[in-house]
């Protein structure tokens, strides 16, 4: 069973910057589609970034320029370095990982691509 436990939330002023942590464990890391989702109070959960298993890597509009995605298979982990914050970036992060090579964006960014997730951490942008 694959467990996905995120580190790194806060609170930041705007523009401000904050470096997500996901540890993964539970089977082979490397074998992953991973990506970072967020959920805003009354919205839907959205994918912010990906990064598939041959290290192909897709952004939301939104965020493009201002966060990187990266995974250190050595260490099991993946990373959100959000640089830029807008109060708009306020949401609760979700790690999400899905077996296999994930495709293109509208698979890297849609949900349902993704079997396991973690419980998230907060991020809070004040402006």
């Known amino acids: 069973q694959v467990q996905l436990v995120e580190s790194g939330g806060g609170s930041v002023q705007s523009g401000g910057s904050l470096r997500l942590s996901c540890a993964f464990s539970?089977?082979?890391?490397?074998?992953?589609?991973m990506a970072w989702f967020r959920q805003a109070p009354g919205k839907e959960r959205a994918g912010v970034a990906a990064?598939?298993?041959?290290?192909?890597?897709t952004y939301a509009d939104s965020v493009k320029g201002r966060f990187t995605i990266s995974r250190d298979n050595a260490k099991n982990t993946l990373y959100l370095q959000s640089n830029s914050l807008k109060p708009e970036d306020t949401a609760m992060y979700y790690c999400?990982?899905?077996?296999?090579?994930?495709?293109?964006?509208?698979?890297?960014?849609?949900?349902?691509?993704?079997?396991?997730w973690g419980q998230g951490t907060q991020v809070t942008v004040s402006s």
């Open positions: 999400a990982a899905g077996y296999g090579y994930c495709g293109g964006y509208y698979y890297r960014l849609n949900s349902r691509t993704f079997e396991y």
């Open positions: 539970g089977y082979t890391y490397s074998s992953y589609c």
């Open positions: 990064i598939d298993t041959d290290g192909s890597i």
